[in-house]
C-alpha cells in the first residue's frame, strides 16, 4: 500500500488537486448540485457547473465555499471526499496527507471548519497553509531567502496580496473581491447601461473573451445574448473591450488600492527587494488582459504573471507536503 501526498487548492470558483510525482491530477469547478426534496447530490464539479442558472425548482446548483470560506460545510465534506476519490482513485490507499490551501485573513474557526472537512473525507496528517505562501511556492519563487518577494493572487473569491521573506509572511491582506466580482461588475454594467440582463456564465464568457482592464489600442468585441429588460425577450447585442474596461475599472482599482496599502506597511528593506524584483501575480483572475499593465502603472513596479497561474497554489500545496514530510524524515 502506497501513502499519497496530496496539496489542494479549495478554491471558491475551482478545485485543483495536486499528487506528488503527478502534478495537478484534476481541476473542476467547485459546484455542487442536489435536490432540495431528498437532498440528494445530483452532481458535483463540470457537470454541476453546467447547470447554475438552468436548473428546475427543486434542484439546486450552489457553491459551497464562498470568498475562499466555507459557507456549506456538509456539502464541502462530500465535494472534498469525491474530488479525492476521483484523483486518487478507489485503490485502498493509505489515508493521505492532506494540504490545504486557505486565503491569507482567514479565522481560526474558519481553519477549523476546513481541517475537519478534510479529515471527514479521509485524510491522516492535514496541513493549512495561506494561499499567497502556496502561490509564491507554485510559481518558483525560493522563499525561504531573507529576501522580499510580493505575491498578488487572485482567486474566484478572494484576492490575498503577501510580502513574504524567510519563509513567511511579513505584511498581507485579503480582500473579498476577486474574479466573481469581476463577473458581478459586468451583469451590473450591462444592465445598466444596455437594459440587459445576463447571467454569471454569459458574463464570465465576456470577461474571458472580451475582458481588459487596461486601455487598449485595437478594442475586440463580440455578441452577447440576454433579456431585454423593457421588453422581457431575449435580445443580442454586440459589446466591446472599451466597455469591459469601463465596467470593470471600479473593482481593479480595488485590488490595485489594497496591494497599495500593503506595499505602505512594508519594511523599508523589504519594499527595496520588491522594487528590484517585481510583483507576482497567480490566480485565475490574474489572467484578466491588462491587469500586469495597470498594477504596474499605478505602483511604478515591474509586474509579471505566473508560467501558470492557475495551478500555483495547488502545485505550491503539494510541494509543501513534501518539504514538511522530508523535513519530519530528516528529524
Given at each position: 500500500m502506497v501513502a499519497t501526498d496530496i496539496g489542494i487548492d479549495l478554491g471558491t470558483a475551482s478545485i485543483l488537486v495536486y499528487i506528488k510525482d503527478k502534478g495537478v491530477v484534476l481541476k473542476e469547478p467547485s459546484v455542487v448540485a442536489f435536490d432540495r426534496d431528498t437532498n440528494k447530490i445530483k452532481a458535483i464539479g463540470e457537470n454541476a457547473r453546467l447547470m447554475l442558472g438552468r436548473t428546475p425548482g427543486n434542484i439546486v446548483a450552489v457553491r459551497p465555499l464562498r470568498q475562499g470560506v466555507i459557507s456549506n460545510y456538509t456539502v464541502t465534506e462530500k465535494m472534498l471526499k469525491y474530488f479525492m476519490q476521483k484523483a486518487v482513485g478507489r485503490r485502498t490507499f493509505r489515508k493521505p496527507r492532506i494540504c490545504v490551501g486557505v486565503p491569507s485573513g482567514v479565522t481560526e474557526v474558519e481553519q477549523k471548519a476546513v481541517e475537519d472537512a478534510a479529515?471527514?473525507?479521509?485524510?491522516?496528517?492535514?496541513?493549512?497553509?495561506?494561499?499567497?505562501?502556496?502561490?509564491?511556492?507554485?510559481?518558483?519563487?525560493?522563499?525561504?531567502?531573507?529576501?522580499?518577494?510580493?505575491?498578488?493572487?487572485?482567486?474566484?473569491?478572494?484576492?490575498?496580496?503577501?510580502?513574504?521573506?524567510?519563509?513567511?509572511?511579513?505584511?498581507s491582506t485579503s480582500i473579498k473581491i476577486a474574479g466573481d466580482n469581476f463577473d458581478e461588475a459586468i451583469v451590473r454594467y450591462m444592465r445598466k447601461k444596455h437594459k440587459l440582463l445576463i447571467g454569471e456564465r454569459s458574463a464570465e464568457d465576456l470577461k474571458i473573451k472580451i475582458g481588459s482592464c487596461f486601455k487598449r489600442t485595437e478594442a475586440d468585441s463580440m455578441d452577447i445574448k440576454g433579456r431585454d429588460l423593457v421588453t422581457g425577450l431575449p435580445k443580442t447585442i454586440r459589446a466591446t473591450s472599451t466597455e469591459m474596461e469601463e465596467a470593470l475599472r471600479e473593482t481593479t482599482s480595488q485590488i490595485v488600492d489594497a496591494i497599495h496599502s500593503v506595499l505602505e506597511k512594508t519594511p523599508p528593506e523589504l519594499a527595496a527587494d520588491i522594487a528590484d524584483r517585481g510583483i507576482v501575480l497567480t490566480g485565475g483572475g490574474s489572467l484578466l488582459r491588462g491587469l500586469e499593465d495597470l498594477i504596474a502603472d499605478k505602483t511604478g513596479i515591474n509586474t509579471m504573471t505566473a508560467e501558470d497561474p492557475m495551478t500555483a497554489v495547488a502545485v505550491g500545496t503539494g510541494k509543501y507536503v513534501e518539504f514538511i514530510a522530508g523535513y519530519r524524515d530528516d528529524t
Amino acid at each position: 500500500m502506497v501513502a499519497t501526498d496530496i496539496g489542494i487548492d479549495l478554491g471558491t470558483a475551482s478545485i485543483l488537486v495536486y499528487i506528488k510525482d503527478k502534478g495537478v491530477v484534476l481541476k473542476e469547478p467547485s459546484v455542487v448540485a442536489f435536490d432540495r426534496d431528498t437532498n440528494k447530490i445530483k452532481a458535483i464539479g463540470e457537470n454541476a457547473r453546467l447547470m447554475l442558472g438552468r436548473t428546475p425548482g427543486n434542484i439546486v446548483a450552489v457553491r459551497p465555499l464562498r470568498q475562499g470560506v466555507i459557507s456549506n460545510y456538509t456539502v464541502t465534506e462530500k465535494m472534498l471526499k469525491y474530488f479525492m476519490q476521483k484523483a486518487v482513485g478507489r485503490r485502498t490507499f493509505r489515508k493521505p496527507r492532506i494540504c490545504v490551501g486557505v486565503p491569507s485573513g482567514v479565522t481560526e474557526v474558519e481553519q477549523k471548519a476546513v481541517e475537519d472537512a478534510a479529515y471527514q473525507a479521509g485524510a491522516r496528517e492535514v496541513a493549512i497553509i495561506e494561499e499567497p505562501i502556496a502561490a509564491a511556492i507554485g510559481a518558483g519563487i525560493d522563499i525561504a531567502k531573507p529576501c522580499g518577494n510580493m505575491v498578488v493572487d487572485i482567486g474566484g473569491g478572494t484576492s490575498d496580496i503577501a510580502v513574504i521573506s524567510l519563509g513567511s509572511t511579513v505584511v498581507s491582506t485579503s480582500i473579498k473581491i476577486a474574479g466573481d466580482n469581476f463577473d458581478e461588475a459586468i451583469v451590473r454594467y450591462m444592465r445598466k447601461k444596455h437594459k440587459l440582463l445576463i447571467g454569471e456564465r454569459s458574463a464570465e464568457d465576456l470577461k474571458i473573451k472580451i475582458g481588459s482592464c487596461f486601455k487598449r489600442t485595437e478594442a475586440d468585441s463580440m455578441d452577447i445574448k440576454g433579456r431585454d429588460l423593457v421588453t422581457g425577450l431575449p435580445k443580442t447585442i454586440r459589446a466591446t473591450s472599451t466597455e469591459m474596461e469601463e465596467a470593470l475599472r471600479e473593482t481593479t482599482s480595488q485590488i490595485v488600492d489594497a496591494i497599495h496599502s500593503v506595499l505602505e506597511k512594508t519594511p523599508p528593506e523589504l519594499a527595496a527587494d520588491i522594487a528590484d524584483r517585481g510583483i507576482v501575480l497567480t490566480g485565475g483572475g490574474s489572467l484578466l488582459r491588462g491587469l500586469e499593465d495597470l498594477i504596474a502603472d499605478k505602483t511604478g513596479i515591474n509586474t509579471m504573471t505566473a508560467e501558470d497561474p492557475m495551478t500555483a497554489v495547488a502545485v505550491g500545496t503539494g510541494k509543501y507536503v513534501e518539504f514538511i514530510a522530508g523535513y519530519r524524515d530528516d528529524t
